[in-house]
């Protein structure tokens, strides 16, 4: 391509640093020239990076530009290292949002969310980032949920779908149930609209996602952060105990089984505590204590698991009237209910052992139950008034019969097995995840295909008549149940087997099913399968994935879980979908506080783009801090980094100089060191304090591929905002060397070029402008990544500067672990520094290490 001609600029004027006049230009012709499109038949190595598709909230806030530009720093460098690089995105489109929008201002929520995709397309591009968009999926779009129908149909057919009668968390201003990943916070509130959300007894949709509990919990194999291992490993909650069966008195009563990890305290269960909801309380209450378990029943269920889990809370509880017998001792044993024993826990049932659990011996303490050690160190010596939990190695059983003296941890096994032998008992593993709850009773979601027949059933909706669409004529009037549910049409559909009517139903699903598979469909976004085989082998898994840490147990852990079911269904044949994954920090608003809309304080990207230009934003945003930490929003500083890429622009295009570099200050050393010496105005002659020629370029060489191996670390591990510093240095090492009398050199040449194809992935519209006024081949982005010379690099001499009384006499070169004693005999052996002692001992020699040495004179401490 032959390079335009532009308006020239006369001598001696400096062209005008204007990020609009280029930004625009290159984006469009990136895309006209499918730059950024992956290959699948690109022999490369495959490299598949992946960032979190947004929801289509209608604007691309700052929160966005910073999750996006440090993935795409790391898609470009590793584009330009020779990596056949997919780095899709798409649009996260089903969900109660765009629905609220359509009860609240009569639109419907596709024309909704289509408005607010081409609205983000538009902004996302003004990013810079180097998405595919030949790939983009948009989970609304029939064509996507098809596939999600399908899918679920799979899941279904293998038993990891069912539909089953629960108590579920109902948000009644969403007027919807959550997943318990949805409820937050200690009040048990909706993760999107902050409800206090209340329970309902409803028949629901479930994955089976407790079947692979325990292959959740096993991360070998990749690499994530510690903190998302620890929520989802909390998260399931896996506990090895014991299932204990305790017979009861009343006739007819099955027993009651517990679970507990300490089946070695069992001698000491001297109470039974029931959940005030566990089923077999109004089969073993007494008449004379109904009334007042009913009544307390009833104010249990009233009171949030996160209060009724609280350790400092008074414990309340009711004797129900019955008796229990302890399996191993045959003693009878009084029956209560009390609130902080849990439904959903273990088995809603406890043998209380006050001796040994907190909250067993404040209750103990609080109804006068008898408290009866069992476990002691070996000492001998217990706690007085207050429960013994210390879990050492040499605690041993006291007041437990046979067992009496045998170590704690063998008795697990041992009064497990004696259980196990009399058929009261087994070993058991419990978990706190539960199956994951994906109906949802609204509209804007795949409907879940299913069809109701009288005479045979539940019936999965057949293949060839996916998708199941949902109708468009719908009223949104704020009813509080979903619009499908009256639409007859929608109602009426017919039964796969005998072709008679049947009702059809009109749950839809979770958005985060959608979400939890999406990753496969970008290798194939058209396909009319879910996903190309061929194209899954050769893509999958995800190499690198960045996002929100809030996604813990909601989206990183139902995609796990998915690829495990498929895979077991025969689909796929990997067992983690993201390989490695990278969180990025929040920006709050300058306020502090989580940007919202309802605050106020969302920062608005647009103003600062049209001000400063696409790429000053993007090197803002990663410049203000360690990406994974983000931090409070705040302008102040995007004037620095702009004018940094203003001092750019001029070293790459201005001519070199030559003759006498001109008085400045020099870059990089302190103003205060450099004592108002100017260079040329007084002292030896430049050329003698700088070094020779040789020297010079060397330095500049060692900084340069200093930087190549710096900055590259940096962006591989997403330190972007060191890698950027470094860059700064660079280029204060590139004007420092102009100034020195060495522009024009091919150590120069090399030293700009190279901080050209550095910038290139955090600023690439300024670099593939300079690289092209620099009459380098289009593109930059498809030029191949420097590499450092380990040989030059190594920084084996340091130079040091030498003053006498703040003005450079010499300069010294060191190794750079020379003792401060040794450099200071060398600095005062200097000529140019005798020559101004005259024969005197200097008052003092000051050394900033690595930095620079002053000599003072007593003339000038005394003068
Ligand atoms: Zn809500
Ligand atoms: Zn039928």
Same mark, same amino acid.
């Given at each position: 391509?032959?390079?335009?001609?532009?308006?020239? /600029?006369?001598?001696?004027?400096?062209?005008?640093?204007?990020?609009?006049?280029?930004?625009?230009?290159?984006?469009?012709?990136?895309?006209?020239?499918?730059?950024?499109?992956?290959?699948?038949?690109?022999?490369?190595?495959?490299?598949?990076?992946?960032?979190?598709?947004?929801?289509?909230?209608?604007?691309?806030?700052?929160?966005?530009?910073?999750?996006?530009?440090?993935?795409?720093?790391?898609?470009?460098?590793?584009?330009?290292?020779?990596?056949?690089?997919?780095?899709?995105?798409?649009?996260?489109?089903? @969900?109660? =949002?765009?629905?609220?929008?359509?009860?609240?201002?009569?639109?419907?929520?596709?024309?909704?969310?289509?408005?607010?995709?081409?609205?983000?397309?538009?902004?996302?591009?003004?990013?810079?980032?180097?998405?595919?968009?030949?790939?983009? $999926?948009?989970?609304?779009?029939?064509?996507?949920?098809?596939?999600?129908?399908?899918?679920?149909?799979?899941?279904?057919?293998?038993?990891?779908?069912?539909?089953?009668?629960?108590?579920?968390?109902?948000?009644?201003?969403?007027?919807?149930?959550?997943?318990?990943?949805?409820?937050?916070?200690?009040?048990?509130?909706?993760?999107?609209?902050?409800?206090?959300? $209340?329970?309902?007894?409803? %028949?629901?949709?479930?994955?089976?996602?407790?079947?692979?509990?325990?292959?959740?919990?096993?991360?070998?194999?990749?690499?994530?952060?510690?903190?998302?291992?620890?929520?989802? /490993?909390? *998260?399931?909650?896996?506990?090895?105990?014991?299932?204990?069966?305790?017979?009861? %008195?009343?006739?007819?009563?099955?027993?009651?089984?517990?679970?507990?990890?300490? =089946?070695?305290?069992?001698?000491?269960?001297?109470?039974?505590?029931?959940?005030?909801?566990?089923?077999?309380?109004?089969?073993?209450?007494?008449?004379?204590?109904?009334?007042?378990?009913?009544?307390?029943?009833?104010?249990?269920?009233?009171?949030?698991?996160?209060?009724?889990?609280?350790?400092?809370?008074?414990?309340?509880?009711?004797?129900?009237?019955?008796?229990?017998?302890?399996?191993?001792?045959?003693?009878?044993?009084?029956?209560?209910?009390?609130?902080?024993?849990?439904?959903?826990?273990?088995?809603?049932?406890?043998?209380?052992?006050?001796?040994?659990?907190?909250?067993?011996?404040?209750?103990?303490?609080?109804?006068?139950?008898?408290?009866?050690?069992?476990?002691?160190?070996?000492?001998?010596?217990?706690?007085?008034?207050?429960?013994?939990?210390?879990?050492?190695?040499?605690?041993?059983?006291?007041?437990?019969?046979?067992?009496?003296?045998?170590?704690?941890?063998?008795?697990?096994?041992?009064?497990?097995?004696?259980?196990?032998?009399?058929?009261?008992?087994?070993?058991?593993?419990?978990?706190?995840?539960?199956?994951?709850?994906?109906?949802?009773?609204?509209?804007?979601?795949?409907?879940?295909?299913?069809?109701?027949?009288?005479?045979?059933?539940?019936?999965?909706?057949?293949?060839? +008549?996916?998708?199941?669409?949902?109708?468009?004529?719908?009223?949104?009037?704020?009813?509080?149940?979903?619009?499908?549910?009256?639409?007859?049409?929608?109602?009426?559909?017919?039964?796969?087997?005998?072709?008679?009517?049947?009702?059809?139903?009109?749950?839809?699903?979770?958005?985060?099913?959608?979400?939890?598979?999406?990753?496969?469909?970008?290798?194939?976004?058209?396909?009319?399968?879910?996903?190309?085989?061929?194209?899954?082998?050769?893509?999958?898994?995800?190499?690198?994935?960045?996002?929100?840490?809030?996604?813990?147990?909601?989206?990183?852990?139902?995609?796990?879980?998915?690829?495990?079911?498929?895979?077991?269904?025969?689909?796929?044949?990997?067992?983690?979908?993201?390989?490695?994954?990278?969180?990025?920090?929040?920006?709050?608003?300058?306020?502090?506080?989580?940007?919202?809309?309802?605050?106020?304080?969302?920062?608005?990207?647009?103003?600062?783009?049209?001000?400063?230009?696409?790429?000053?934003?993007?090197?803002?945003?990663?410049?203000?801090?360690? *990406?994974?930490?983000?931090?409070?929003?705040?302008?102040?500083?995007?004037? @620095?980094?702009?004018?940094?890429?203003?001092?750019?622009?001029?070293?790459?295009?201005?001519?070199?100089?030559?003759?006498?570099?001109?008085?400045? +200050?020099?870059?990089? *050393?302190?103003?205060?060191? &450099?004592?108002?010496?100017?260079?040329?105005?007084?002292?030896?002659?430049?050329?003698?304090?700088?070094?020779?020629?040789?020297?010079?370029?060397?330095?500049?060489?060692?900084?340069?591929?200093?930087?190549?191996?710096?900055?590259?670390?940096?962006?591989?591990?997403?330190?972007?905002?060191?890698?950027?510093?470094?860059?700064?240095?660079?280029?204060?090492?590139?004007?420092?060397?102009?100034?020195?009398?060495?522009?024009?050199?091919?150590?120069?040449?090399?030293?700009?070029?190279?901080?050209?194809?550095?910038?290139?992935?955090?600023?690439?519209?300024?670099?593939?402008?300079?690289? +092209?006024?620099?009459?380098?081949?289009?593109?930059?982005?498809?030029?191949? *990544?420097?590499?450092?010379?380990?040989?030059?690099?190594?920084?084996?001499?340091?130079?040091?500067?030498?003053?006498?009384?703040?003005?450079?006499?010499?300069?010294?070169?060191?190794?750079?672990?020379?003792?401060?004693?040794?450099? %200071?005999? &060398?600095?005062?052996?200097?000529?140019?520094?005798?020559?101004?002692?005259?024969?005197?001992?200097?008052?003092?020699?000051?050394?900033? =290490?690595?930095?620079?040495?002053?000599?003072?004179?007593?003339?000038?401490?005394?003068?």
């Amino acid at each position: 391509m032959s390079i335009q001609s532009r308006p020239r /600029t006369r001598p001696g004027e400096r062209e005008r640093f204007d990020p609009a006049s280029y930004e625009g230009k290159w984006r469009e012709r990136w895309e006209r020239d499918e730059l950024y499109l992956a290959r699948d038949d690109d022999a490369r190595q495959k490299h598949y990076l992946l960032t979190m598709y947004p929801y289509t909230s209608g604007d691309v806030h700052i929160g966005h530009w910073y999750a996006v530009t440090g993935p795409d720093i790391v898609a470009r460098m590793r584009r330009m290292q020779g990596l056949n690089v997919m780095f899709p995105m798409g649009f996260d489109s089903f @969900g109660l =949002p765009a629905e609220n929008a359509a009860i609240d201002r009569g639109i419907h929520p596709a024309t909704w969310t289509d408005a607010n995709i081409d609205r983000m397309r538009a902004q996302f591009r003004t990013t810079g980032c180097s998405f595919d968009w030949s790939r983009e $999926v948009i989970t609304s779009d029939p064509e996507y949920y098809r596939c999600t129908q399908w899918l679920f149909e799979q899941l279904y057919k293998a038993g990891l779908a069912y539909k089953a009668m629960a108590a579920v968390d109902w948000c009644p201003k969403d007027q919807v149930v959550l997943a318990r990943e949805q409820v937050e916070g200690a009040d048990r509130h909706c993760w999107r609209c902050g409800t206090p959300v $209340v329970k309902r007894d409803l %028949e629901q949709w479930f994955f089976r996602t407790t079947a692979y509990a325990d292959e959740l919990l096993d991360f070998s194999g990749i690499d994530w952060p510690q903190p998302i291992r620890l929520m989802q /490993t909390n *998260w399931i909650g896996r506990s090895e105990g014991a299932e204990i069966d305790f017979p009861v %008195e009343a006739d007819g009563v099955e027993p009651i089984r517990v679970f507990t990890t300490r =089946p070695d305290t069992i001698h000491g269960a001297t109470f039974m505590v029931l959940a005030p909801e566990h089923p077999l309380v109004a089969r073993l209450t007494a008449p004379v204590a109904a009334s007042e378990v009913a009544a307390y029943v009833a104010s249990a269920r009233r009171e949030t698991e996160i209060e009724r889990m609280s350790a400092e809370r008074e414990k309340t509880g009711v004797f129900i009237g019955s008796h229990a017998v302890n399996p191993m001792t045959d003693e009878r044993i009084p029956i209560w209910i009390a609130d902080y024993v849990l439904p959903g826990y273990g088995t809603g049932a406890i043998m209380a052992v006050p001796a040994h659990d907190e909250r067993d011996h404040a209750f103990a303490a609080k109804y006068d139950l008898p408290i009866r050690y069992v476990v002691a160190p070996a000492s001998g010596e217990l706690p007085s008034g207050g429960a013994f939990m210390a879990h050492t190695a040499d605690e041993v059983l006291v007041d437990s019969g046979k067992f009496t003296g045998m170590p704690a941890a063998e008795a697990i096994a041992a009064i497990t097995q004696q259980l196990a032998d009399n058929g009261l008992g087994s070993p058991a593993v419990t978990y706190r995840l539960r199956d994951w709850l994906v109906s949802r009773q609204r509209y804007w979601g795949a409907p879940i295909p299913v069809v109701y027949c009288e005479e045979h059933g539940l019936q999965l909706v057949p293949e060839s +008549e996916l998708p199941v669409l949902l109708p468009e004529d719908v009223d949104f009037a704020p009813t509080g149940v979903s619009p499908l549910q009256s639409h007859e049409r929608f109602l009426a559909a017919t039964c796969p087997i005998d072709g008679g009517p049947a009702r059809r139903e009109t749950d839809t699903m979770d958005t985060f099913v959608d979400s939890a598979w999406y990753f496969l469909r970008y290798v194939s976004p058209h396909s009319e399968l879910a996903w190309d085989p061929e194209k899954l082998r050769q893509w999958l898994p995800v190499d690198l994935y960045t996002g929100g840490a809030e996604h813990a147990v909601l989206h990183l852990m139902y995609s796990r879980f998915f690829v495990k079911a498929l895979r077991d269904i025969g689909m796929l044949d990997f067992d983690e979908p993201f390989l490695a994954l990278r969180n990025q920090g929040q920006i709050l608003g300058a306020d502090h506080q989580r940007m919202s809309k309802s605050r106020g304080n969302v920062a608005n990207p647009d103003e600062l783009v049209a001000r400063y230009g696409s790429d000053a934003v993007r090197l803002f945003l990663m410049f203000i801090g360690p *990406w994974d930490q983000g931090g409070p929003w705040s302008t102040t500083g995007i004037d @620095g980094v702009h004018r940094f890429l203003g001092r750019v622009w001029h070293l790459a295009q201005d001519e070199p100089r030559t003759g006498r570099p001109a008085p400045t +200050e020099v870059p990089g *050393w302190p103003a205060q060191a &450099m004592g108002g010496w100017v260079p040329g105005t007084e002292g030896p002659p430049v050329a003698d304090v700088l070094g020779s020629v040789e020297d010079r370029e060397l330095r500049l060489r060692r900084i340069t591929h200093q930087t190549i191996a710096a900055v590259t670390q940096d962006y591989e591990a997403f330190r972007f905002n060191t890698g950027i510093a470094k860059l700064m240095e660079l280029a204060n090492g590139v004007a420092q060397a102009r100034e020195n009398g060495i522009a024009g050199s091919s150590a120069y040449g090399e030293a700009i070029d190279t901080l050209i194809l550095l910038l290139a992935p955090s600023a690439p519209h300024i670099a593939e402008e300079l690289w +092209e006024r620099r009459g380098k081949p289009y593109s930059v982005h498809q030029q191949a *990544w420097p590499v450092a010379d380990p040989s030059i690099a190594s920084a084996d001499v340091v130079e040091l500067p030498v003053q006498v009384d703040g003005k450079l006499r010499d300069r010294l070169l060191v190794a750079p672990d020379t003792p401060a004693e040794e450099i %200071e005999r &060398m600095a005062l052996a200097s000529e140019r520094v005798q020559a101004y002692l005259q024969g005197r001992a200097p008052r003092r020699v000051v050394q900033i =290490p690595g930095k620079l040495v002053n000599v003072v004179t007593p003339a000038q401490s005394e003068g």
